[in-house]
């Protein structure tokens, strides 16, 4: 048997099929971009068999025909288009074919398969424009999302979809919100819009220039690739589940300053600065509005998900694996 991955092609797609194989694991990546050669070389050397499937999940039957090809009988679904403003405004009904419309005929084949559990991978951006709230963690039950941007919207859709079907269809599903996720296998892949805060710092240092930062928020809660990936699969693998809808993060929320000053002490002739215009930033957020980090305690209590890479750790491990990798830096 194996697993299915849609989008596994992507960031979060690429670190779920390496977390994967290297269990042993058989995974079927399924995405309409290639696997970058990179991946392909290092995943060989992973104990797991790797099937990588060209297909859109616009495409139900193309889903479900990877489904019955491979034995698949557990899905974790990844796809989506991560949109900023002009994307939104210039292809809403894309976005919203890949992100709502893709999730409904994924689920559809999952069904008509019989996979057992099926982990659909969220978004704290439902949150939208809660904001900020000193001292305040977000709960899945008590702070209600409020998005604003197409992705946002379209994931939230998607995400109510899941849990509706789920009751409908006797179906196993549940969604992990993801946290602000950095670290290996992020590249411009065109389904994302922008880089993490990360990647575009560690950029400017590899360059040896100075970082202008945009301000527009403090702590952020993020969370190592490596991380995301093994909280989806801790939700994947958890015998029982009371809860539907999980937070995957860290629960150690930093500022991209603490980021930076690692860099500076690694990388010379880095420096960098805040600036409040736009115009005058060549390091940019994801979006406007920040947002209040994650509880995390339902994650942890349920599926026993505990995160590896604190800080210190996530930064050694990124710049080193980025010297291996150079054309994801």
Not at 52 to 75: E, Q, W
Not at 235 to 245: F, G, M, N, Q, T
Not at 308 to 313: E, G, T
Request: aromatic letters at 8%.
């Amino acid at each position: 048997m194996s697993i299915l991955v849609t989008g596994g092609a992507g960031f979060v797609g690429l670190n779920l099929v390496e977390a994967l194989l290297g269990r042993g694991e058989t995974v079927v990546a399924f995405d309409a971009k290639p696997v970058p050669g990179a991946a392909v070389e290092d995943f060989a050397a992973l104990p797991g068999r790797l099937h990588v499937l060209t297909g859109d999940v616009r495409d139900r039957s193309a889903i479900a025909r990877a489904m019955a090809a491979h034995g698949v009988d557990r899905l974790i679904h990844a796809a989506a288009i991560t949109a900023g403003s002009e994307h939104d405004a210039g292809d809403p009904a894309g976005i919203a074919e890949t992100n709502l419309l893709g999730t409904i005929h994924a689920l559809e084949a999952a069904r008509e398969r019989g996979v057992k559990r099926v982990v659909h991978v969220g978004t704290g951006a439902v949150y939208g424009d809660l904001g900020i709230v000193p001292g305040n963690r977000l709960d899945e039950v008590g702070d209600l999302p409020r998005p604003v941007g197409m992705y946002s919207i379209t994931k939230y859709a998607a995400e109510r979809t899941c849990l509706r079907l789920a009751a409908l269809w006797g179906m196993d599903i549940v969604v992990g919100r993801l946290a602000m996720v950095f670290g290996r296998w992020e590249y411009e892949s065109g389904a994302r819009d922008r880089m993490a805060l990360p990647l575009q710092s560690v950029r400017v240092a590899l360059r040896g220039e100075e970082a202008r930062i945009l301000r527009v928020e403090e702590l952020r809660d993020w969370i190592y690739g490596p991380d995301v990936a093994a909280g989806l699969i801790a939700l994947l693998d958890a015998p029982k589940l009371e809860s539907r809808v999980f937070h995957v993060g860290t629960g150690l929320p930093w500022d991209i300053s603490d980021w930076c000053e690692r860099l500076v002490a690694t990388y010379p002739g880095f420096r960098y600065r805040f600036v409040t215009d736009p115009a005058a930033a060549n390091v940019l957020p994801l979006g406007s509005v920040g947002r209040s980090p994650f509880r995390v305690d339902r994650i942890r209590s349920e599926a026993g998900f505990a995160p590896r890479y604190p800080l210190d750790r996530a930064f050694e491990d990124y710049t080193t694996w980025l010297g291996s990798h150079p054309g994801f830096g």
